[in-house]
């Protein structure tokens, strides 16, 4: 496959070349906050950079008219109206966590979710590296929007930490704690490369990482 970059010389995008690499897969395309840089034309392009990145990425796919996998976070809904936009024309998978840890997590809190009633306090803890710029994380925000309520967020910004999140559910009486934690990019750049080669054979849509990995 013929891949693009968009955050090529990140933390995501170098680990997201050393893994695409590995797999046999060509990198034609790369782009950064001052440079661009495109050999042949991409196949699919795959974005983990930055909110501010958004309105380019945007146009670069107007443009080129090619597949996105886009795990940047920090999207509001004006940008997610622009994803489904462009999803009329090309297909989009969209996550705020590759991860496969995190979508079996995303399963066990809704299962959980069944079970607790008002009584119950439920909160959500996460912990990133210190270079990590939104807050709380996309994921955070994410596994909360699965609970019927709106609930109660921490967040701590240490060191080298890959990714750390815990939803506890507490009574009065007991405590029940999901908790996951990614301890290498490769968590997350795996299905990143799911998504890539899973989306050359998809029709235009708009495509959640869980609808790829369950097929
Ligand atoms: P980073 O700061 O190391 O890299 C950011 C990249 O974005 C750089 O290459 C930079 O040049 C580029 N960039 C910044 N502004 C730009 C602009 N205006 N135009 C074009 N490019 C621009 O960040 P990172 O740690 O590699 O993380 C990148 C993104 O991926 C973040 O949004 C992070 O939260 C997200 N992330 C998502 C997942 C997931 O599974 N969805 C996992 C980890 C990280």
Redesign the pocket.
Known sequence: MKYGI????????QAIEKLFSKAGHKLVYQ???NSEKETEKPEVIID???K??FP?TVRVIEEKKVPLVI????LDEDDFAKLDKLAEEVPVIQ?????IGINILSELIKKVNQYVDQDWDIEISETHHR??K?KPS?TAIMLGNLLDRDIEMHSKRLGSEF?EHEVDFASTGEVLTLKHRAYS?EA?TR?ALLSAEAILDLKPGFYSFPEILNN
């Open positions: 968009i955050g090529y010389s990140g933390r995501m995008g782009k950064d906050e983990f950079s930055l501010e990145a380019k795990g940047t976070t920090g996550s705020f966590n590759f991860s270079f990590k939104d996309g990714g990019r997350f299905g």
